[in-house]
């Protein structure tokens, strides 16, 4: 079964306004932590945002913040003020506490910001 | 500056070849990390070494080698034994195992073409 499930291959958002990418995960464990990255066309990795299981409070960095759902198991990524330096591909990962604390990573959506 | 560094950038191996890509870190880092990434799609995790003289095979292993005789260091051999090598490979470091809330540092990439 996949640990990251990305169901939006794309999204287009007009700039200056807010959007929200989706993930949901899948994991037996108690303690694991959420992270979302970035990818330009450039092709390096980004780190954005990251949340912890054990969290009350959804995270945020920023223009970013985290739409964590525990019972539903989705720790969205949300966007705001959207700008034209934000089109890239972006990457919801998971790591969990058990075993080897491997980082398992989505598919991506690929985020366009419209002028 | 602390970070991970990856060369080459750009790679091109005849069919048959072995190729090695490297990855240094400075970050002391005890977890190292390499994906492979097709175009479009997420990544995928070949091997991975929480400590030195230590790896483990990820998803996608076959066809690679890796070593850890250093921290610093964690190279990656793509074998003639790998079918399809063209892709993006991306090297990763955290601070290692039991740290669930800990981001991982990726390097800037290598791009591997079979001619």
């Known amino acids: 079964a996949q640990k990251i499930t990305q169901t939006q291959p794309g999204m287009f958002v007009q700039e200056k306004e807010a959007v929200t990418l989706d993930c949901t995960y899948d994991t037996s464990d108690q303690s694991y932590g959420l992270f979302w990255y970035k990818q330009p066309s450039s092709g390096e990795m980004i780190f954005l945002i990251y949340q912890g299981s054990y969290d009350e409070q959804n995270a945020t960095e920023g223009r970013y913040s985290l739409n964590f759902q525990k019972a539903r198991k989705s720790a969205n990524l949300v966007i705001s003020a959207s700008q034209l330096g934000d089109s890239a591909m972006y990457f919801c990962?998971?790591?969990?506490?058990?075993?080897?604390?491997?980082?398992?990573f989505g598919t991506g959506t690929r985020l366009t910001v419209i002028p | 500056d602390g970070g991970i560094t990856q060369s080459p950038k750009y790679l091109f191996r005849k069919e048959g070849q072995n190729v090695t890509l490297s990855c240094e870190q400075n970050l002391n880092h005890d977890a190292m990390y390499w994906y492979r990434q097709d175009p479009g799609q997420g990544l995928r995790l070949i091997y991975y070494s929480q400590i030195v003289n230590d790896f483990q095979k990820g998803d996608i292993a076959e066809g690679y080698s890796v070593s850890r005789e250093k921290k610093e260091s964690f190279p990656l051999t793509v074998t003639s034994a790998q079918k399809n090598p063209t892709a993006f490979y991306l090297c990763?470091?955290?601070?290692?195992?039991?740290?669930?809330?800990?981001?991982?540092?990726f390097g800037q990439g290598t791009r591997l073409t079979v001619v």
């Open positions: 990763a470091s955290s601070i290692g195992r039991l740290a669930a809330n800990t981001e991982a540092f």
């Open positions: 990962a998971m790591r969990e506490r058990t075993g080897a604390n491997n980082l398992f």
